[in-house]
């Protein structure tokens, strides 16, 4: 059975990316665009503190993980994408599209991370939909529910 103490668990591991932001920003003294790529380490260091045993918040581990790693490759993409094209008369038009891509990109992250917290609190597993195929495979298909025995 899914207990409170494994809900906070997984809620923290949600939570964890966000506090990675905050940290990232406050370090940096002012908003940065690339803070949402280190955004994994949040995730990272939760699996290396918790040690999760049980299978619900591995679960979630997993899914909040491989989403942020996709969030940070889509990031890296666009960085490269500005940094390849700099000075072509294309970057005229690309410049405007790339920071509307990154703060669409930024809404959803955050959405999403808020989406999982509250199904991570109320016992539900939770499969972020941007995570990248080859990341994508989030949670056991017998991972327990609320109120199923472990």
Do not use: E
């Amino acid at each position: 059975m899914i207990t409170r103490r494994t809900t906070r668990a997984a809620v923290a591991v949600h939570a964890s990316s966000l506090a990675a932001v905050i940290v990232v920003t406050a370090a940096a003294g002012r908003p940065v665009i690339w803070a949402g790529m280190l955004a994994f380490t949040g995730p990272l260091l939760a699996a290396l503190v918790l040690r999760p045993g049980d299978p619900f918040v591995r679960a979630h581990l997993r899914a909040a993980l491989a989403f942020n790693v996709s969030i940070a490759l889509y990031l890296l993409a666009i960085v490269a994408t500005l940094r390849l094209t700099a000075g072509s008369p294309y970057t005229v038009q690309l410049v405007p599209f790339l920071l509307f891509v990154n703060m669409l990109l930024a809404f959803n992250w955050l959405v999403f991370t808020g989406i999982a917290m509250h199904r991570a609190g109320t016992g539900q597993l939770f499969t972020y939909p941007l995570t990248l195929p080859r990341l994508g495979r989030a949670h056991a298909p017998s991972a327990p529910t609320v109120g199923s025995p472990v």
